[in-house]
């Protein structure tokens, strides 16, 4: 009873106080109904914007359905004018409307996500094959121009029932999707009624928390003059705080000064860490550049000696001094087989893609590969029964694939299984490193070895990186089958464990273009002022090396063509200027002053009869080496047979040959 006097008694001598707080309560319930409200408006409105996009989403897809339909009448169309008269274009025409059809069916697959929408779209595809199957015979024997078989053959396609079904599907799906719509609009009517009530009760809470807010204003102004009484109060309360934060600064300063030594610390580190890393990396180039100094000193040494004895024998024994000859040549081919995969791996030499089996490839590799790993590895193949093809460079991916087996063979000192599977495989956006989606071919080679530990897995792709002791790598294998492998396209991934082995595998993206790429012809050459007769041709080199320009026009004249010789672009210019009746110009790449792709570039637009074929050793500050994709190109060093190959695929058929083949 004493403490229920006491606290009326309170109440009575401090009226503001209890009524601030009634206030306070009553405000803080009518904020929760605030927030309760505007969520509720917020998930209203998102309701209805959801409806609102399935509206438009519905609507797209029968708006997509009638295009559908549209698409595959004027196909049709195109394919009974083809079929009357193959001279027009109707056939291109009725292959792009049929594609069109068939990419609108694939977005209406996207589109509708119902189970019995989709339903309908997967019958409508497989009707939309079986109606495409149909017409190609028609639209082949129409291209064979076969006349009265082409248009026999579309009546019969136009009397099957596949095309009424199609309609059928479309109709039915347009028939449900205004069905979903008339019902989506109802839906967004009752969300929108909704959303406008709830809109109509948080006015009028907004009104009644105005209505506390002043309320609560009086309050607070009353309360203000009793702060100033406590305000003294609370200055005491400062002085301690204040002594209190000195000493917390104190603290922070004692912990900063800590943080900084551990920092500097740190880089400290950090710096020896980058110092010997820089360190190992010079070790390795010292290592390449004394393997390649020994294989270049191995090779030269075949070839002087070679050249100094067939000197020799020359005229006491011509048939030991071929022989000789023969050695030197062998060994020159070797350099330039080294120098290639060198400029490969600084990613400098053009690669010369075309249309490549990579199982055949594997395949055929297998006795080249049995010979380099030792018979203590047993090798083991799996490819696919229907591999994809893929357009790369065969040399590069056989490089590849051989110092992938190379390096499995390392890892196996003591024997073990080497796996080579070549698959068809599908993957999704991210899935292996940067690649889209879409088909890819994935050659892997897996070896039982010692395997590679984890934190060195990152690095595996690095210039110069390898685990392997000093003497027995110099880190260009795995890093020139990245380079590879990104050049063409695709990307390379590896997955290894301690004791179990590794698995590298080459992912190259699917060719499905080969047939059109085989199969195109050359760009028709107009404007050729000059005839060729009896097979020579008037040729014009350009090479600022003049014992490279010596010996480039002595293997052309053995070869019958009549060759003018200048030593750069401008020179090469002002005689096409003077004398234009040229069959072929060959072209250094590398020059000073004009690159050999500027003057081709100059030569097409002045000459654009004029065939090119670009001569290179190294492709360097020429240019990058994806404008010599396509071009005709023949590598240094090379042949007098290499070069005569090269020319006949650089200069079309003469008109005489043409005319005495008829």
Not at 629 to 651: D, H, S, Y
């Amino acid at each position: 009873m004493a403490e229920g006097a006491s606290a009326a008694a309170s109440r009575a001598a401090d009226p503001s106080g209890w009524r601030g707080r009634w206030a306070s309560a009553v405000a803080l319930i009518a904020a929760i109904i605030l927030v309760a409200l505007l969520g509720l408006v917020t998930t209203s409105k998102e309701d209805r914007d959801a409806a609102l996009t399935l509206e438009r989403n519905t609507y797209e897809a029968m708006q997509l359905a009638r295009s559908v339909e549209l698409s595959i009448a004027r196909a049709e169309a195109s394919m009974g004018r083809f079929v009357l008269d193959p001279e027009q274009q109707s056939g291109a025409l009725y292959y792009q409307e049929w594609r069109l059809a068939g990419r609108q069916i694939a977005q209406l697959n996207t589109l509708l996500r119902d189970a019995e929408q989709q339903q309908r779209v997967t019958e409508l595809r497989r009707l939309f094959a079986v109606r495409g199957q149909e017409l190609a015979v028609a639209a082949e024997a129409a291209r064979r121009r076969e006349g009265m078989t082409g248009l026999g053959l579309f009546y019969r396609a136009a009397q099957s029932e596949t095309l009424p079904q199609l309609s059928a599907q479309l109709e039915a799906i347009v028939t449900a999707g205004r069905q979903t719509l008339e019902q989506r609009v109802r839906s967004t009517e009752v969300v929108a009624e909704q959303t406008d009530r709830l809109t109509r009760w948080l006015g009028w809470l907004a009104l009644l928390i105005s209505a506390l807010a002043i309320a609560l204003s009086y309050w607070a102004y009353r309360a203000f003059t009793e702060r100033s009484i406590a305000q003294s109060e609370a200055e005491s309360e400062h002085e301690r705080a204040g002594e209190l934060e000195q000493a917390v600064e104190e603290r922070t300063r004692e912990l900063s000064e800590a943080y900084a030594r551990l920092q500097a610390e740190t880089d400290e580190r950090a710096a020896a860490e980058e110092k010997l890393r820089q360190i190992q990396k010079m070790e390795a180039v010292g290592a390449l550049t004394g393997g390649i100094a020994h294989d270049f000193n191995n090779m030269l040494a075949v070839v002087v000696g070679g050249l100094d004895l067939a000197r020799r024998k020359l005229k006491r024994d011509p048939d030991d001094a071929d022989q000789h000859l023969e050695n030197a040549m062998e060994g020159a081919t070797r350099a330039a087989a080294l120098t290639r995969r060198l400029l490969a791996f600084a990613r400098a030499e053009p690669l010369l893609p075309e249309a490549v089996e990579p199982a055949g490839l594997v395949l055929d590799m297998l006795e080249l590969i049995d010979r380099t790993i030792g018979e203590r590895i047993r090798v083991h193949t799996t490819t696919a029964p229907d591999e994809w093809p893929v357009w790369a460079d065969p040399t590069g991916l056989e490089n590849a694939v051989l110092n992938l087996c190379v390096n499995a063979r390392d890892a196996m000192p003591d024997g073990g299984d080497l796996n080579i599977a070549v698959e068809n495989v599908t993957l999704q956006a991210g899935e292996v490193g940067t690649l889209e989606v879409g088909d890819y071919v994935r050659i892997a080679v897996a070896d039982t070895g010692s395997g590679i530990a984890p934190e060195h897995l990152e690095r595996v792709f690095e210039p110069f990186f390898t685990t392997k002791p000093v003497g027995k790598g110099t880190g260009l294998g795995l890093s020139q089958i990245f380079g590879f492998a990104r050049q063409s396209g695709g990307d390379v991934a590896i997955r290894s464990e301690l004791g179990q082995g590794t698995e590298v595998a080459i992912y190259l993206p699917r060719a499905r273009d080969v047939a059109e790429r085989a199969a195109a012809p050359r760009p028709a050459q107009t404007d050729v002022s000059a005839e060729r007769q009896d097979g020579a041709a008037r040729i014009l080199v350009v090479e600022d090396d003049p014992r490279v320009s010596r010996a480039t026009v002595n293997a052309l004249t053995e070869l019958g063509h009549a060759p003018v010789a200048v030593a750069s672009g401008h020179a090469a210019l002002n005689r096409l200027a003077e004398d234009p009746d040229f069959h072929l110009m060959i072209t250094d790449v590398v020059m000073p002053e004009m690159t050999g792709v500027e003057l081709a570039r100059e030569v097409a637009g002045r000459h654009p009869g004029l065939r090119v074929l670009f001569v290179t050793g190294y492709v360097g500050e020429a240019g990058s080496v994806d404008e010599l994709a396509g071009a005709e190109l023949l590598r240094k060093p090379f042949t007098v047979a290499q070069l005569a190959a090269a020319i006949e695929q650089a200069l079309p058929t003469p008109p005489s040959y043409e005319a005495a083949a008829e």
